[in-house]
């Protein structure tokens, strides 16, 4: 499995940014898919995630009501859409894939990763 994240920039706060992950394979509809994130002397952490059917999401607590994580399985594609963007949301975005239906909250059960896109929101 090949993930392609895209769709970062920069951004003034309060504004809106919409990432996209493209995924190679025939089996997409199969994984759980989910959003990390990376700023600059921290850890990775958990964004989004989206079970095989796009029925069932998890949000972290710091984006929960400003983010939605959606898929179009025709597609092969998950997507983050970022509204009320602040500054401590500056970092870089990666989408991952695991290899069972259902998402996780944890980076450890996620077997595939895109190469990241880079998120700036400027005060």
């Known amino acids: 499995v090949q993930l392609q994240a895209s769709g970062g920039g920069l951004v003034q706060a309060g504004g809106s940014l919409r990432l996209s992950c493209a995924a190679s394979?025939?089996?997409?509809?199969?994984?759980?898919m989910g959003w990390f994130r990376q700023a600059p002397g921290k850890e990775r952490e958990f964004v989004a995630a989206i079970n095989w059917s796009g029925g069932s999401t998890i949000y972290a607590d710091s984006v929960k009501g400003r983010f939605t994580i959606s898929r179009d399985n025709a597609k092969n594609t998950v997507y983050l859409q970022m509204n009320s963007l602040k500054p401590e949301d500056t970092a870089v975005y990666y989408c991952?894939?695991?290899?069972?239906?259902?998402?996780?909250?944890?980076?450890?059960?996620?077997?595939?990763w895109g190469q990241g896109t880079q998120v700036t929101v400027s005060s």
């Open positions: 991952a894939a695991r290899l069972q239906r259902y998402y996780s909250d944890s980076q450890y059960e996620y077997h595939y």
């Open positions: 394979g025939r089996t997409f509809s199969s994984y759980g």
